[in-house]
């Protein structure tokens, strides 16, 4: 989150958790046009089309009323099935659900993991991969990490 000032940023969390969502993730990719910002929102009864219009008509004064002269191209998006587990609270909500981890280093001579999500215990998670090994994944090593989607 480089990309924004801190008070832009935290802007954006507070008009997102008062509309009663959670401000899951933003991602940035720069346009020929700006920079784009994907706003993830997440809630207890999921997203729907409607929770995204109403996000965005709320956050977009915000970039309105920013006083830099960049050009902000704006969506805002559910995280989807295959969402990224980011924090803490993340790891534990989805505990049993299949995960998808690609380490920033070499663990056990490996960059990518898969398997059940066991558990969390401070900044360790613990897996059980397709060997039916359990492996202890520090949280800080994690480049990216999602769940795999089940479809049935």
Same mark, same amino acid.
């Given at each position: 989150?480089?990309?924004?000032?801190?008070?832009?940023?935290?802007?954006?969390?507070? $008009?997102?958790?008062?509309?009663?969502?959670?401000?899951?993730?933003?991602?940035? $990719?720069?346009?020929?046009?700006?920079?784009?910002?994907?706003?993830?929102?997440?809630?207890?009864?999921?997203?729907?089309?409607?929770? *995204?219009?109403?996000?965005? @008509?709320?956050?977009?004064?915000?970039?309105?009323?920013?006083? *830099?002269?960049?050009?902000?191209?704006?969506?805002? $998006?559910?995280?989807?099935?295959?969402? @990224?587990?980011?924090?803490?609270?993340?790891?534990?909500?989805?505990?049993?659900?299949?995960?998808?981890?690609?380490?920033?280093?070499?663990?056990?001579?490996?960059?990518?993991?898969?398997?059940?999500?066991?558990?969390?215990?401070?900044?360790?998670?613990?897996?059980?991969?397709?060997?039916?090994?359990?492996?202890?994944?520090?949280?800080?090593?994690?480049?990216? *990490?999602?769940?795999?989607?089940?479809?049935?």
């Amino acid at each position: 989150m480089d990309y924004l000032e801190k008070s832009l940023e935290q802007q954006l969390f507070n $008009s997102v958790e008062s509309l009663g969502y959670e401000l899951m993730d933003l991602e940035f $990719s720069p346009q020929k046009k700006g920079l784009k910002i994907t706003v993830f929102i997440d809630h207890d009864n999921g997203i729907d089309i409607d929770d *995204c219009v109403n996000t965005t @008509k709320e956050i977009s004064p915000i970039f309105e009323d920013d006083e *830099c002269d960049k050009s902000y191209i704006i969506e805002v $998006s559910s995280p989807g099935l295959d969402r @990224k587990l980011i924090n803490k609270e993340h790891f534990d909500k989805f505990i049993g659900k299949t995960i998808k981890i690609k380490l920033k280093n070499k663990l056990l001579d490996r960059k990518n993991f898969k398997g059940q999500l066991l558990n969390r215990v401070k900044n360790t998670i613990t897996i059980n991969d397709h060997d039916n090994k359990k492996i202890e994944i520090d949280i800080k090593l994690i480049d990216i *990490c999602r769940i795999v989607p089940v479809f049935k």
